[in-house]
């Protein structure tokens, strides 16, 4: 059962007022934006509170004040949520998926420290995040002079509080962990609140705005080290070709030498390897040459990502890697090749850096054999050892001749497909939409259309955790309002912010779909997301008057979710598991003061055969009564459901990798593509291949069986939610999304 905030206040006994259930309309047509010019105190002079609520606002105990604590209601204070209503949910066990798997993974992957050394709990995350998405509104409206009403943001906050923490929405994995942390707090940088990017090479060449030809490139690595993935496109090499550009020789006779000692930050690691880039691009005659003697050495703790030092050598590899491919280029036009190599070896190396996930997507022409080969091993075998470092989709056509991509497709899953004018020119498939002309490839995991060097935050919405279509749309509320919160946010690229502040793009995600349907039927998906997008429209309409910016030109998107859905005990995205039953494995460090407490509630924990310092946790998870695995759901039902999503929900684009049986749908792939290029703006396949069992595999699949005997040695009354974390080293941060299909 899960306990409402009126009913734990009344367990508790006490009626605090905060707490008190509403119905969470927040942003009907005729309330006042918090954002006025008139002091609530003033208004609280002349009649009550409640009377100045909209009608759609009901008090469950109407002899109760409904005014927030007068402390919380100060219009000259930084916002912090009323930390009465705050520690009322401290004792409140969360509501965590899959037997503890959701909890033990926000302990290790959100979960941060704290000045006093311990780490947060669930409870103390929700309200690092609430009060740092409000203080930025806050600091948006002063900084504009809109007004600030303390009192009304304290009621929105509380709402969404409220909402997180009973996983009816979640910001992005990288909103828990970042948002309201120094690392936005102090240090600003606000880029790491977005998931995703993408930039285009096509107009590398152009000197605009005094950019340098390695523009791209420095782009994708910064990013990269805030932990956002990034698609490019091979555009730069056409233009060099057209244009006669040709790679210059910076160890010609004419050239001098230029020492440059890289600093010690992510800065200077970009910094450097965009001077290496330009000494062979830009026709500088400039041959540097690197002194890392500033750049710490491995094993030391990286302040603010979580994780440690990789010292020197992966920088040291990348600029011997970037010369050796750009030396085979010298006198010739930059080929398609050397984009993605540079591109992949950078991603490379931010994983070697110890940022340890990032992830790449690459957009090619279908019909040239250099960029479909790129995955060719055997045709470009220097490319084995970083090749993998970012997926590989084609600028399809609508009517193209799929029969030779598809070929390439059945036997290793590649390339993926993006149909750019379909993007064009619809939001919702069959929507026209000439707001979002301008968009040229897509984010790593290919649910959200870009412009070149757009970012794009994603929040994740469990429709499946919802008693009525009405509880979802006050959920969505809260949810738009932290997304849209973070397009108010400058990043320190104004080649981005441009396009941010123009678009405010945001991705309002559905997850848990697998479930939904299973519980309610198709038909029901469909009737809950279509009344939802047009609620979803009225709410950024809303919102927009509120902070008085554009409307958002794009503002669903169904994203691959990894961990996140994980918390809420949701199926990632539109996917099915691969069973109803597994065991879920994960690694936990040896120091933490959770693995007590795990053994004690009944889990099999046992030595990491890979990391000696670290233990292997095994959860039994079940997915819920009648959900289907994977291999009971076809390549042509995954792919209905895909255009279902793109048609009734998404008008940004549905993130969808089909599984498919090489041997019987295999041959199917050049029929499916030529029905669905007029369904779909994006689509990946992965062939459904037995790679055999390994020692500790993250997921094993089990019969119903097993997973009720593992299941009933763990004990429900665990309270592993009261456990007090002291373990020193801070969570590692999610990088963009965690989905297999779009992460390195």
Known sequence: MRITSALRAAIKGQHLVSRTKVNHNVFPQHTKPYYNNHSI?????????????????????PTMSSVPNQSSCRNTESFSLDPDFVASYAETKPPFGFNGLGEIVYR??????????????????IERV??????????WADRNMLGWDACDAQRKAQTMYDKIFTMKFLPPGRGLWAMGSPLTEERRLFAALNNCAFVSTSKMWDNIDGARPSKPFVFLMDAAMLGVGVGFDTRGAQ????????????????????????PDSREGWVESTGLLIDSYLAYEHVNYEFDYSQVRAAGLPIKGFGGVTSGPEPLRELHQLIRHALDKHIGQPLSVTAIVDLMNLIGKCVVSGNVRRTAEIAFGDPHNPEYIDLKNYDVNPHRAAFGWTSNNSVFATVGMDYSDVSRRVQKNGEPGFQWMENARRYGRMGEENTRDTRVEGANPCNEQCLESYELCCLVETF????????????????????????????????????VMLRNRRIGT??????????????????????????????IDSHISELFCVPKSVKTTSVKPSGTVSLLAGATPGMH?????FCIRRVRVSKSSDILPALEEAGYFIEDDVVDKSSMVVEIPVDHGEGVRGLRDVSMWEQLAL????????????????????????????????????????????????????????????IDEATYNKMARNIKSESQLHLVRDSEKKDAEAERFCTNDSCTI
């Open 41 to 61: 105190h003033a208004f609280h002079r002349t009649r009550s509170y409640s009377a100045m609520l909209p009608s759609s606002i009901h008090i469950l105990d």
């Open 108 to 125: 290790r992957t959100y979960s941060r420290l704290k000045v006093d050394g311990t780490r947060e709990q669930w409870f103390e995350t």
């Open 130 to 139: 609430v009060n740092g998405t409000f203080c930025r509104q806050q600091e």
């Open 239 to 262: 233009a060099a070709h057209a244009q006669n550009i040709l790679v210059g020789n910076p160890h010609s006779a004419h050239a001098r030498t230029v020492t440059f000692t890289v």
């Open 463 to 498: 429709p499946a955790n919802h008693d009525s279509l009405d509880d979802y749309f006050e959920t969505l509320e809260s949810a738009l309002l932290y997304a849209k919160t973070v397009t108010l946010l400058p990043t320190h690229w104004p080649e981005t912010n441009r």
């Open 509 to 538: 995600s559905v997850s848990g779909v697998a479930q939904f349907i299973t519980r309610h039927g198709l038909n029901e998906l469909r009737t809950w997301l279509d009344a939802a997008y047009a609620r979803v429209q009225e």
């Open 576 to 580: 099915y598991p691969e069973s109803r």
């Open 642 to 701: 895909a255009a279902l999503l793109q048609k009734y929900w998404s008008d940004n684009q549905v993130s969808c990798t089909i599984t498919f049986d090489p041997a019987s749908e295999g041959p199917q792939l050049n029929n499916a593509l030529d029905y669905y290029q007029y369904q779909l703006k994006g689509v990946s396949f992965l062939p459904r291949i037995d790679y055999g069992a390994y020692p500790q595999m993250p997921y094993e699949a």
